[in-house]
């Protein structure tokens, strides 16, 4: 069974940055795309960001690019989502997926940024 385990929200102000983390089984982490998604307050879930398997693509929503930058670790399993110039828009609870509709995900860690 595929798990995902995000971590490293929190609260910050506007314009600093936070970096998530996503830990996932060996099996999914080398071998399928991962998503980030994330649910803002009071609204459904939304597409933040992808990265391919072997890492040598990545696509980025239009709110967020230029600002958020997905990676990956291959020795540790783990996925990063490195999150710069936050603006109050970007609270949200944030999720790693295997799919955009975030059937398969983790539980979530949530990022507040206060102006």
């Known amino acids: 069974q595929v798990q995902l385990v995000e971590s490293g929200g929190g609260l910050v102000q506007v314009g600093e940055s936070l970096r998530l983390s996503c830990s996932a089984s060996a099996a999914a982490f080398s071998s399928d795309w991962i998503w980030w998604l994330r649910q803002p307050p009071g609204k459904g879930l939304e597409w933040v960001g992808i990265?391919?398997?072997?890492?040598?693509?990545?696509d980025y929503a239009a709110s967020v690019r230029g600002r958020f930058t997905i990676s990956k670790d291959n020795a540790k399993n783990t996925l990063y989502l490195q999150m710069t110039s936050l603006k109050s828009d970007d609270t949200a609870n944030y999720y790693c997926?295997?799919?955009?509709?975030?059937?398969?995900r983790g539980q979530g860690t949530q990022v507040t940024v206060s102006s």
């Open positions: 997926a295997l799919d955009v509709d975030g059937h398969i």
């Open positions: 990265i391919s398997a072997d890492a040598k693509y990545t």
